[in-house]
């Protein structure tokens, strides 16, 4: 059963030269235990789909749909019940932890106020949990780290410290955001061990958001491939990585280096910029980029339907016929 179900989200910010659609009719859900990761580069509304969701939008902002956790519908909820859930069953980590953290209360009284406020816990027990979660996610002499501030400690440990805040009250769903973009890769693996340990020991479900498909492949069960706001692509992890059906996620893939491939590891990018959502390319807003456009691409926006080994994909291509397709 879905942990989080979104139905037909639509995000728009009115700005002064107008609105901008960041999500259009996106439906995604993510079961206990599982992973599911959220790629598309920046600008395809794979945080604001999840901003949205957590009632966080900037107040320009507006959505319509559905985002169902535990049977309310959180875009419609109230800021108590949004309270309540926040921090507790439903629990974010950003790229930069410097934007969650207070700067100017010791991380240890941050992580404490977690418990006090949402479990009840005195100063004391508090104390006590808070310390045994850092040492969970190892952060060393954890005791001493309690009474620092958060600029007194390096990147690695303030996002350690955020993944200890985010698991504190046992949540049912972790949503991360780019956890792993302003770390070094030894420390990007280590904090990906952590969320995957949440996942693995306390069935916890992760929606794991990256402009990164290297990212995922160790820890996504399924892949959602954004763009321009869209959903174009989505399946388990394997069937995408193995066989993808968009364009836009071949062309991801090829950008995304591999180490045990010497001929594919230099930096291929995709052609183009990512389109400018006040004023989208009608059609398929992926046509201007893509190598196998045709006609009916450039008016027709294509539907998600079944892909060929499990999963959906938004593409007209199978509908050309066979000697006209060149993928
Ligand atoms: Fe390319 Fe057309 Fe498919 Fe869009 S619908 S991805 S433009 S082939």
């Known amino acids: 059963m879905a942990v989080l179900a979104i139905h037909n989200l639509n995000v728009r910010f009115a700005t002064p030269d107008g609105e901008v659609a960041a999500v259009s009719d996106v439906s995604l859900s993510v079961a206990k235990g599982e992973c599911l990761g959220i790629v598309g580069e920046s600008g395809s509304g794979k945080s604001q789909t999840f901003l949205a969701a957590m009632g966080l939008l900037a107040r320009n902002g507006s959505a319509t749909g559905e985002a169902l956790f535990g049977g309310v519908n959180l875009l419609t909820a109230d800021e108590p019940t949004l309270n309540r859930f926040r921090g507790n069953a439903l629990t974010m980590v950003f790229q930069d932890p410097m934007t969650s953290l207070t700067p100017h209360m010791k991380v240890g009284q941050q992580l404490s106020e977690v418990l006090v406020r949402h479990k009840g816990l005195g100063a004391h027990d508090a104390r006590m949990r808070v310390i045994e979660m850092l040492k969970r996610v190892q952060v060393s002499e954890p005791a001493r780290r309690f009474s620092m501030y958060p600029h007194e400690l390096s990147g690695g440990l303030r996002q350690r410290v955020m993944i200890a805040m985010a698991l504190l009250c046992g949540p049912e769903l972790i949503i991360a955001d780019e956890p792993t973009t302003a770390l070094d890769v030894t420390i990007q693996a280590q ?137």
């Open 191 to 327: 904090v990906l061990d952590l969320v995957r340990a949440a996942k693995e020991e306390l069935n916890t479900a992760v929606v794991l958001i990256t402009h990164d498909l290297g990212v995922v492949a160790g820890l996504a069960d399924r892949v959602a491939v954004m763009y321009a706001g869209r959903v174009v692509e989505e399946g388990a992890v394997r069937r995408i990585f193995k066989a993808p059906q968009h364009p836009y996620t071949q062309g991801l893939l090829a950008c995304t280096p591999r180490l045990d491939d010497a001929a594919t590891s230099s930096l291929v990018t995709i052609a183009g910029q990512p389109p400018n959502l006040q004023r989208l390319p009608p059609g398929c807003s992926y046509h201007p980029r893509c190598p196998y456009a045709f006609e009916r691409c450039t008016r027709e926006t294509p539907l998600l339907t079944p892909a060929r080994g499990g999963g959906v994909k938004a593409c007209h291509l199978d509908e050309l016929p066979a000697a006209r397709q060149v993928a």
